[in-house]
């Protein structure tokens, strides 16, 4: 089956820093979607990418969807202790009966101050 | 406007109870989805409904495990003869429609304990 997979597993950043992590699935995608988890709470909706190499931008992150549609990137520049917790990509692809979501497992980001 | 409710928050049973977990999903949203979500882990697709109709339930680990949605709002996820390994968050999800474009509002989960 689709497996998706986010490397790195942890990312300790010192605040004011960037840093990126990536997502790979292991077969095409219609879309991929970014989440985000704090410390103790439930994933929040970042952004969907859904066109082969579409970019776009969030005030400090930046997300791409690779030309393949098989990778996406998440990029955080000048990281702020308010970027702490879990971030996710979510690969969706369309099927006769319907489509659900491969989670990856998640970069834990935490920053250093 | 309210978000997408779960009870109970927590939840302890003793290998072999059975247990219900209720979603209340956003008003209006079509779809819905059970996720489990293991310590340390990304959550894992159980299954989902459009409307009153489950879609797809490939992902619900063995036959213990029964989700229902019958009048297309509020949808009960059971878990029959529990055992250790069921022990994880389940998180449910609710969207405007099946379409793969649209985000998922996820609900606090529900926390399960087997002991």
């Known amino acids: 089956g689709q497996q998706v997979m986010q490397i790195p597993q942890y990312q300790h950043v010192q605040e004011g820093e960037d840093f990126t992590t990536y997502c790979n699935s292991s077969?095409?995608?219609?879309?991929i979607q970014w989440y985000k988890q704090r410390p103790g709470g439930h994933p929040v909706f970042l952004i969907q990418?859904?066109?082969?190499?579409e970019v776009k931008k969030q005030k400090r992150l930046t997300f791409q969807f690779g030309e393949a549609k098989k990778n996406s990137s998440l990029h955080i520049t000048a990281t702020q202790t308010t970027d702490v917790g879990t971030y996710f990509c979510?690969?969706?692809?369309?099927?006769?009966?319907?489509?659900?979501?491969?989670f990856g497992g998640g970069t834990r980001v935490l920053v250093k101050p | 406007g309210a978000g997408v409710s779960q009870s109970p928050r927590y939840k302890v049973a003793k290998r072999g109870q059975d247990v219900a977990l209720r979603c209340d999903p956003i008003?209006?949203?079509?779809?819905l989805f059970w996720y489990q979500q293991a310590l340390g882990q990304g959550p894992e697709f159980l299954t989902y409904?459009?409307?009153?109709?489950?879609?797809?339930k490939s992902g619900l680990p063995s036959d213990r495990f029964f989700a229902e949605r019958p009048e297309g709002s509020v949808s009960t996820l059971k878990i029959q003869r529990t055992q250790q390994e069921d022990s994880a968050v389940y998180l449910c999800?609710?969207?405007?429609?099946?379409?793969?474009?649209?985000?998922?509002?996820f609900g606090p989960g529900t926390r399960l304990t087997v002991l």
């Open positions: 999800a609710s969207s405007w429609d099946l379409a793969a474009y649209n985000e998922q509002f």
């Open positions: 077969t095409t995608l219609s879309n």
């Open positions: 990418l859904v066109k082969s190499g």
């Open positions: 979510a690969g969706a692809q369309v099927k006769a009966a319907g489509n659900k979501l491969t």
């Open positions: 008003s209006g949203h079509v779809s």
């Open positions: 409904f459009q409307n009153e109709a489950q879609l797809d």
